[in-house]
């Protein structure tokens, strides 16, 4: 009886399951090698008694080793795979210089296979089992006439012979020697010539056994219009050439690869989605939104359900119902009857997930409806309506950004307690010019970057749209103040209104005019006066006298005599005199620099807090609300809001760096340089947690409020009127008349 030649090691043929026993390398040509097996197995010679190397044991030619005393990587097929196949006859063998280097009781460590490479071997190991099938098969057909049919039958079967792999007959693994179905392709039957190629698998076609699913194990069910793709371990079998050779070394390449795709350059992110492999068999995302989501086509779910689940036959496949981007489908089958109904993607109280979360995307980035409604209309993507997102907005999306804004703002509020707070104010109105609909205020903490308060004014609100501002101004500071918030120092524009409120109204309150606005006036003033002829010079002195302002007001501290005094001896060094009289030039200069009105707001200059991160946050409102695109009142606090949640989680980005360490910095040309550069730092990418934290909030909503007319119910607010109500209400039958009228006479 042939047993294991380690001592100790009972394991023989007849009382194993799964373990592969090995003989010795010969003694001649591999000495090395059988060395090492002798000492590996560490038996001693009882007859002899001399020397070390006589007391070794000396194997015969029916000495094995099985194969528990080898480590994984010794063989040319890892046996953990193959058993994972159920590959309980597969053969397994050594790698040339393998050696037995486990002993008795020992374990071989536990390696993490990566899931690239297994699918690879997979691959080669079912490939070399479909290899050695087709040499067995054809032996036989050639010493072994086809049967003859029997009438009796009422299935016609020519061949009833199906692969059989060690003593598990699994659906998953007969083949049938009819076509070729490659699983990245998914299409109908194709006709495929030996030996060829795709581009898109890189895989060797051969006109014999691919894999299939039959319950009947003949290839009676390949002849029908059934076409079914059956997947092993979750790859496809390959059938190498046949003048390839058979090798026990693993002979895997990227271009053997199924997976392999052509190259790409080396910028595109989108290949890092293509390289491995992900086992989601386990894998349930508690979370719908975090759930991963793919561009599915309708011949590929076609393709999916077209085959039964019971008797694989043929089935018809249609669409039940489409409600945005949710399809119900049913697979029915008219040969068992069964039914089996398929729906795209979970449901929330009866509302598809993925019209939730279309639509919130929509509005969590900002995008236009239209716009992005009709990109899916041109991959034609079936998708919600514009009126689908307006009920959805309505109903829950508006209200989510109003509940996550309340704890953006507390957080905020909560770094505020207990100190003096520095704020800086300023307004934007959704188009220039004196037509503004709306106008936002905010304020925020020019310390930490944060936005504390946010209003939105309409111009019905107030008399006129330059009024918008001071009213935005009024309601920031009621609402911070009812949140006890002590505010100290006020940062804003030179605005006539908010200077005339902040002096009668809010005594307590420093106000302070950013020098940034005020410096800007001054520079384009004189970029006009230096057009006027004998004033060519002052052109010169532009950028001198603007950054001339900056000094005095950062040098000041606070000080307003002294301020003024440095603002104005940049006429002395202009002149470059201390006494008599100029040139035209001088005196021009003297009515733009001494004005009296300039010369009392320069004495209120802040001399260390700026406005220009607020100038900056103006720009992310841009991106959530651009100026031109229409929003109604609702809709267009929602994405202001949104903006002052992005600005708040993205206070503290940092300038990025380069792989040296060094950090980054981009040459801008902006159109107000007049040809000249500056220098701008690269910050961090910015993070959109916040968006995740509303897509909690609208599903957690839906939830609660089953239904559009209950959620708008719940959340209605009080919104001011549109300006049409303020308008002649006309008949629109009557108004089309009277055009049509008019230009008819």
Not at 433 to 445: I, R, V
Request: aromatic share 8%; hydrophobic share 30%.
């Amino acid at each position: 009886m042939v047993i294991c030649a380690v001592v100790s090691c009972k394991n023989n043929p007849d009382n194993t399951v799964g373990v592969s026993f090995h003989r010795f390398p010969n003694a001649q040509k591999k000495k090395d090698l059988y060395s090492k097996w002798i000492h590996a197995v560490n038996r001693v010679n009882p007859v002899s008694t001399s020397s070390t190397i006589d007391k070794l044991w000396t194997p015969n030619y029916h000495s094995v080793v099985c194969s528990e005393h080898f480590t994984p990587d010794s063989f040319t097929k890892n046996p953990c795979i193959v058993d994972s196949m159920n590959l309980t006859g597969f053969r397994v063998r050594l790698k040339p210089d393998a050696y037995p280097s486990l002993l008795l009781g020992q374990r071989a460590a536990i390696q993490c296979i990566k899931p690239a490479f297994k699918k690879r071997e997979t691959q080669r190991v079912l490939a070399e089992a479909c290899s050695e099938y087709i040499i067995r098969h054809q032996r036989e057909n050639l010493n072994t006439p086809p049967p003859e049919p029997d009438s009796d039958d009422d299935t016609h079967e020519e061949n009833t012979e199906a692969l059989t792999v060690g003593e598990k007959k699994d659906a998953s693994m007969q083949t049938d020697i009819k076509k070729v179905l490659v699983k990245r392709t998914q299409t109908d039957e194709i006709v495929m010539k030996p030996i060829q190629r795709s581009i898109g698998t890189m895989t060797d076609f051969c006109e014999k056994p691919t894999l299939k699913s039959s319950a009947t194990m003949t290839d009676d069910v390949a002849q029908k219009s059934v076409e079914t793709m059956t997947d092993v371990a979750g790859v496809n079998i390959r059938c190498h050439d046949e003048d390839q050779e058979d090798s026990d070394s693993d002979d895997s390449t990227e271009d053997e690869d199924e997976d392999w795709l052509p190259p790409v350059d080396e910028s595109d992110d989108d290949c890092e989605d293509t390289i491995g492999e992900l086992d989601i068999t386990d894998h349930q995302e508690d979370v719908v939104h975090r759930e991963r989501k793919y561009i599915v086509y309708e011949s590929c779910l076609k393709e999916l359900l077209s085959s039964c689940r019971s008797c694989h036959e043929q089935c018809r496949v249609i669409i039940k119902s489409r409600l945005g981007t949710f399809v119900r489908m049913l697979s029915s089958c008219e040969a068992c009857g069964m039914e089996y109904s398929w729906g795209s993607q979970p449901l929330t109280s009866r509302l598809p997930a993925g019209n939730l979360e279309v639509a919130g995307s929509i509005l969590f980035t900002g995008a236009s409806a239209s716009k992005a409604l009709q990109l899916f209309s041109n991959m034609n993507i079936m998708c919600i309506s514009e009126r689908t997102f307006r009920n959805i907005q309505c109903s829950y999306l508006i209200p989510a950004v109003r509940n996550v804004w309340m704890e953006y703002q507390t957080a905020a509020l909560q770094l505020c307690e207990g100190r003096d707070v520095k704020v800086g104010g300023d307004a934007r109105c959704c188009s220039p010019g004196h037509s503004a609909k709306y106008g936002s205020y905010s304020l925020m903490d020019l310390e930490s970057g944060m936005i504390l308060a946010v209003e939105l004014v309409q111009v019905t609100e107030t008399e006129n749209s330059y009024r918008m501002e001071i009213e935005g101004l009024k309601r920031c500071l009621q609402n911070l103040k009812d949140r006890n918030i002590r505010i100290t120092d006020l940062t804003t524009d030179r605005h006539v209104q908010v200077k005339s409120y902040m002096a009668k109204e809010e005594t307590s309150i420093r106000h302070w005019f950013d020098v940034w606005h005020v410096a800007k006036g001054i520079f384009k003033k004189l970029q006009l006066l230096s057009k006027k002829k004998g004033c060519e010079q002052i052109k010169d002195w532009c950028h001198s006298i603007s950054n001339h302002l900056y000094w005095a007001a950062a040098t000041s501290d606070g000080d307003g005599d002294l301020v003024e005094e440095k603002w104005l001896s940049i006429l002395n060094h202009v002149c470059d005199v201390h006494e008599g009289h100029g040139s035209k030039a001088d005196k021009e200069l003297q009515l733009i620099v001494g004005n009296k009105r300039l010369v009392k707001d320069v004495r209120k200059l802040s001399p260390a807090q700026q406005t220009s991160q607020l100038e900056a946050y103006h720009k992310t409102v841009c991106h959530f609300a651009p100026k031109f695109h229409h929003f109604f009142y609702d809709a267009m606090n929602a994405r202001v809001l949104l903006a002052a949640i992005h600005q708040n989680e993205n206070t503290e980005r940092r300038q990025a760096i380069t792989k040296g360490g060094d950090l980054r910095w981009k040459v801008a040309y902006p159109k107000a340089k007049k040809g000249d550069h500056t220098l701008k730092a690269v910050l961090d990418t910015c993070s959109y947690e916040y968006v995740d934290r509303l897509m909690e909030e609208i599903f957690g909503l839906r939830r609660r409020y089953p239904s559009y007319e209950v959620a708008q119910e719940t959340f209605r607010q009080e919104c001011p009127p549109p300006m049409a109500a303020f308008g002649n209400r006309v008949d629109k039958g009557e108004a089309v008349r009277r055009y049509r009228t008019r230009f008819n006479r």
